[in-house]
């Protein structure tokens, strides 16, 4: 049984046992050599302890320590309750593991661990049977030559991992998985690899049926909105109120044929393949003819309009794709900010790249609506929006077009201020920069 050593009463049992061998031998006339006879004996015992000692820890089975007396008690009650302790923490390790293991084969996607020289470290079931990774004879092999597609290999030496990406599996080409990294601990990386078939389907599927209806729609349309107008322009043969129906159907029929373009730009735009950095595009030229554009916009609504350029500056980009989005966030600068108001539009070379802007007076924008706004078909006022025409879809081709050439559309507003709708271009979308004179 374990209890607290105490020193002082070890010293004084030593004490103790060589003072009787002294005062035997003080009795036999000889104090020096009984007292060095004792003090061997001492040390015999002490010996013999540790060779008891030695054999329990390397050749006996026992895991209980033996019986014995005095500071060795304590010896081997402590060496049992450290071997106790590190068995319960083996177990409560063995057992967190266990749970973590059975966790991550619970998972729906499949999992590998990686170090920092992308050597695998462990990987569940759905590696196994999804990515053919084999376990355990593929640990210690490298991710990246088990999984060689390239767009993968490229994702994962490029060491960004904020975004995923889809690539087709290692095992089967029909499908599609979705890969995201995940830095953690050590230099460790968490890959997550999931089966995202169904929802590219889907999406593919989505897009098809926009851009054929889209398509679709048009001709009939067209022939209705030609007879609408032949009707509506024989003025004195028809009743005011027959007149007046013709010309609304008219009105909605050019509405409907609006929606249809945006529908079908932004279904291009989709399923673009076109690569950004194989053409340039002369911005500043560009916004000039934008400018011929707005001002015959703005010919009713009095605005004053702006134009800030900086002269040279060329990007790498898909001149339809960027005149699309800086036309549409101009327009709706003029269809939505009051009559009288004041439109600034800049495009500026940054200390980080380049940057294009539309800044308006106008009403301003709730913050509820801003993160809403790049949806399809959302408007902040549904009535404004169909008195002026809108589709809803303008701002949603910006994010895509933006999206397309790595950026992104933000907006800031301040209702009864105005709003401001600009996005940025990295130093390396610039193809060109004439020198500032």
């Known amino acids: 049984m374990y209890y607290p050593f105490s020193w002082f009463k070890s010293i ?3 004490c103790l046992f060589l003072i009787v061998f002294a005062l035997v031998g003080w009795y036999l006339d000889d104090m020096l050599l009984a007292v060095a006879l004792g003090a061997t004996g001492l040390l015999l015992l002490n010996y013999w302890h540790l060779y008891k000692l030695n054999r329990w820890l390397w050749h006996s089975r026992k895991m209980s320590p033996p019986s014995v007396n005095g500071l060795w008690e304590h010896i081997y009650e402590g060496i049992y ?21 059975e966790g991550s084969e619970a998972l729906p996607d499949a999992a590998v661990v990686v170090d920092a020289k992308a050597c695998i470290i462990w990987c569940n079931r759905l590696a196994r049977l999804e990515l053919g990774l084999r376990w355990p004879s593929d640990a210690g092999r490298r991710l990246d030559n088990l999984i ?64 054929n209806v889209s398509h679709e729609l048009r001709t009939p349309l067209t022939v209705i909105n030609g007879y609408l107008e032949i009707l509506a322009g024989s003025g004195d043969e028809l009743d005011p ?45 560009m916004l000039r003819q934008i400018k011929l554009e707005a001002d015959a916009l703005n010919k009713d609504k009095g605005h004053t309009i702006a134009f ?5 500056v060329k990007i790498y980009g898909i001149e339809t794709e960027l005149r699309s989005a800086c036309s549409n966030l101009i327009f709706n ?13 800049y495009w500026s070379v940054t200390k980080d790249g380049v940057k294009f802007a539309v800044k308006d007076d106008g009403d301003g924008i709730e913050q509820r609506h ?23 879809l303008g701002l949603s081709i910006v994010k895509h077009v933006l999206n397309h050439h790595n950026s992104q559309l933000q907006i800031t507003s301040v209702v009864g201020e105005g709003s401001v709708f600009f996005f940025n271009f990295d130093a390396e979308m610039i193809a060109s920069q004439d020198p500032v004179l």
């Not at 309750?81 to 293991?101: H, I, P, S």
């Not at 800030?308 to 040279?312: K, P, V, Y």
């Not at 600068?333 to 539009?345: C, E, F, L, Q, S």
């Not at 078909?377 to 169909?386: C, E, G, L, N, T």
């Open 12 to 14: 004084v049992r030593l």
């Open 333 to 345: 600068a003029i269809n939505y900010t009051p009559p009288g108001g004041h439109i600034d539009v």
């Open 241 to 285: 109120l027959t007149q007046k129906a013709f010309l609304e159907m008219s009105s909605q029929t050019q509405r409907m044929q609006s929606l249809i373009e945006d529908l079908l730009v932004l279904s291009r735009i989709e399923a673009s393949s076109e690569r950004i950095y194989e053409n340039t595009v002369d911005m500043p030229a």
């Open 308 to 312: 800030h350029l900086d002269e040279g």
């Open 370 to 392: 801003l993160s809403r706004l790049t949806e399809r078909f959302y408007r902040v006022d549904k009535a404004r929006s169909r008195k002026t025409g809108g589709s809803g």
């Open 148 to 211: 060689r597609h390239p767009e993968f290999i490229q994702y994962f030496h490029a060491g960004k991992y904020h975004y995923p990406i889809e690539v087709p599996s290692p095992l089967n080409p029909q499908k599609t998985f979705e890969y995201r990294i995940m830095p953690y601990g050590e230099e460790h990386l968490l890959l997550i690899a999931r089966d995202v078939t169904r929802v590219s389907q889907l999406e593919e599927m989505r897009k098809d049926f926009v851009a």
């Open 81 to 101: 309750y450290l071997q106790r302790r590190n068995r319960n923490k083996r177990k409560e390790l063995g057992a967190l593991v266990k749970r973590f293991r």
